[in-house]
């Protein structure tokens, strides 16, 4: 592996085990804020029962998971020093205020909630639990944010002087449409791994023929939020989707394994064999018009094919060297006036030349064949995006199902009769984690070959640091984080077991 | 509301987690460890020398 490759895979590995532990803190920190406002409203003790067994849960994956997300930061200095400077001035920003919200809103909240139970008065202790759930969903919030920035960079301007991006307009990277899309879709995906989560341990108890009145309306609360949650998610898939469309349409284009281009109006395709060789999709069986209306909101639109855009790319790429050699210019004679005037001509594409430096150093002699090898290293992996995105939907699907049948059976007040409806929600357990975790491989290993979607090349990001380094510190890193998996799993199982009337719960601080 | 055996279990592991931390920051990611760009270098590393 080369030291692209390797700091790609040590920045993939640190994601992916933080957010093992990010949904379930985003989805329980709702629960626990649902589950108390009923006992404040009520007054019934078995709600407060509820809120502090839950809410051990909540701190144990809270404590084993916060920082997880710290040695991401660590590696932009090292691993990622060229993308850091180039687009700092603008991912800096969100970045640093997630820091304040996590560390200053979440974690002093998360102390109020365990430790002010005979301090506060009740009122006030619900407001902690939803201002921790508040600064929870605020956190995510930015991260997002700076995430959105990366797949679509709108509020910057290129800068040859400081050879940055730099903000001009902060309010459009906040409310960039991707982001938002991102931030509901992704919490809502939290929403549904704790809800999961509750239904999931609930089911074990009345499976075990144990704390029956506790697992049943922990498993209502569970039931009604979750399929709010999932079929949110949904919906709000539908407009990370749309966003896509219209912003990174060579991502949909690989998410659909669709090389040539789907006239109007889109279908979607629900199965097929990716061919990368042959450029083709076998066995497809598509649904009429869906994917005209996700992707377009509209009958009448066609969808780019793979094709269509890689040959874009090549005009982008010709364009894009207009720019490279104005800035070359520039480099020799800062203040050459027809140099900047063409430089801001043909910026927007500046990146799609920088393609070509992943073919040779001297881009602006590019040749046509070279152009050609550019424009089709923008095709991301056809393959993996479509079977991610059609395994994370297919779960999708399935959480409602489960929740909607929850649901009924709550209504129905037949929770704990149907022993294979408890299996299957035990089952799921895992699920809502691979769902989540497929939705970022969609999300991220479809941006490549960007790290800035057509501005900046993810090769030309990374730091020239050593491989022997990278390699290091990944190993230390997949040790260190599984260490904490398994200590997180052995709590979670130990005070599961234990149950929400083990003695030992009584001891208080 | 943390039963006793809980609390002192995660402050262990708080505290473990937090050396390992130090320990790998100071191992790769110190300052020392960091490439420093400046525009020029940058400018140098996508234009060319």
Do not use: C
């Amino acid at each position: 592996m080369d030291l692209v490759e390797l700091s790609r895979l040590q920045f993939a590995v640190t994601a992916l085990y933080h957010f093992i532990f990010v949904p379930l803190t985003l989805g329980l920190s709702v629960l626990l804020g649902i589950m108390e406002t009923v006992y404040v409203m009520t007054g019934r003790e078995i709600w407060r029962d509820l809120v502090k067994f839950w809410g051990i849960l909540f701190g144990i994956n809270f404590a084993m998971g916060v920082a997880t997300g710290i040695t991401m930061e660590f590696q932009f200095g090292t691993n990622w020093a060229y993308y850091s400077q180039y687009v700092g001035d603008v991912f800096g920003a969100p970045l640093a205020i997630e820091g304040l919200m996590a560390f200053f809103l979440e974690a002093t909240f998360v102390g109020l909630f365990f430790f002010a139970w005979d301090k506060l008065s009740k009122i006030q202790h619900l407001i902690a639990t939803w201002l921790l759930a508040l600064g929870t969903n605020f956190s995510a919030l930015w991260i997002l944010i700076a995430n959105g920035w990366m797949q679509y960079p709108v509020g910057a301007h290129f800068n040859a002087d400081t050879m940055r991006m730099e903000v001009s307009d902060f309010m459009e990277v906040l409310f960039n449409p991707v982001a938002q899309a991102k931030f509901v879709h992704t919490v809502s995906a939290g929403y549904v791994t704790g809800s999961v989560f509750v239904l999931a341990i609930s089911a074990w108890y009345l499976l075990k023929g144990r704390n029956a009145e506790f697992a049943k309306r922990s498993m209502t609360v569970a039931a009604s939020f979750g399929l709010a949650s999932a079929l949110s998610v949904v919906v709000l898939g539908d407009e990370s989707g749309y966003t896509a469309g219209q912003n990174q349409k060579m991502k949909i284009a690989a998410i659909e394994a669709m090389w040539e281009t789907e006239p109007a109006p889109a279908s979607f395709t629900v199965f097929g064999l990716p061919d990368l060789a042959a450029h083709k999709t076998h066995m497809e069986v598509k649904v009429p018009w869906m994917l005209g209306l996700i992707a377009t909101r509209s009958a009448d639109t066609p969808v780019p094919g793979i094709s269509e855009l890689v040959g874009i790319a090549q005009k982008n790429i010709a364009d894009g060297l207009i720019a490279y050699k104005a800035l070359a210019t520039i480099k020799k004679d800062p203040h050459d006036a027809q140099a900047r005037k063409e430089l801001d001509d043909h910026v927007g594409h500046l990146g799609y030349a920088l393609l070509l430096k992943n073919i040779r150093p001297d881009i602006e002699n590019a040749t046509q064949d070279e152009i050609v090898r550019a424009a089709n290293s923008t095709i991301p992996n056809v393959p993996v995006l479509f079977w991610s995105f059609r395994l994370m939907v297919g779960l999708g699907l399935w959480f409602i199902a489960l929740f909607a049948f929850s649901f009924w059976l709550s209504a129905k007040r037949q929770l704990d009769r149907w022993r294979p409806y408890l299996w299957a929600a035990l089952l799921t357990l895992p699920l809502p984690w691979i769902a989540a975790e497929l939705g970022w491989v969609v999300a991220e290993y479809g941006r490549q070959p960007w790290v800035i979607v057509g501005v900046m090349p993810t090769a030309l990001g990374v730091s020239s640091t050593t491989t022997t380094n990278v390699t290091l510190s990944l190993l230390g890193f997949v040790l260190f984080y599984s260490a904490l998996l398994v200590v997180d799993f052995y709590l979670l199982r130990k005070y599961i077991k234990l149950g929400p009337d083990a003695p030992q719960h009584e001891e208080a601080a | 509301m943390f039963p006793v055996l809980l609390r002192r279990e995660i402050i262990l592991m708080l505290a473990l987690k937090a050396a390992l931390l130090t320990l790998l920051y100071f191992l790769f990611f110190s300052p020392a460890h960091r490439v420093t760009v400046t525009p020029d270098s940058l400018r140098a590393h996508l234009v060319g020398p």
